[in-house]
């Protein structure tokens, strides 16, 4: 059995919601890449953080609480209206 560190959170749908976002704000270039330290812009990246969340709330649905469920609609909100400003500016 593989054991857990204790320093991080628990596992959670909103931490992976969380985590799915964040690298979705790294691809836009808001947050500097962890390996590179570079921010870059990869529009294609984005749009997949985004596409996995529409599946993770299609599989769910019916099975998370109120705020799991608001914290998926309003993540991809957000993101998608961070895809159009970026498409925008390019």
């Known amino acids: 059995m593989i054991e857990a560190r204790t320093d991080r959170p628990p596992a959670s749908l909103m931490y992976f919601v969380a985590q ?3 690298h979705a704000r790294i691809a836009l270039g808001e947050i500097p890449n962890p390996v590179t330290r570079e921010a870059t812009l ?4 984005v749009s997949h953080c985004i ?3 529409e599946v993770l709330e299609e599989k769910t649905e ?3 609480t109120s705020d799991e469920s608001e914290a998926i609609e309003s993540t991809l909100h957000d993101l998608r ?3 159009l400003d ?3 500016a390019g």
């Open 20 to 22: 799915v976002a964040t």
């Open 42 to 45: 990869d529009l294609d990246s």
């Open 51 to 53: 596409a996995l969340l």
């Open 62 to 64: 019916g099975n998370r």
């Open 81 to 83: 209206m961070r895809l």
């Open 86 to 88: 970026a498409e925008d």
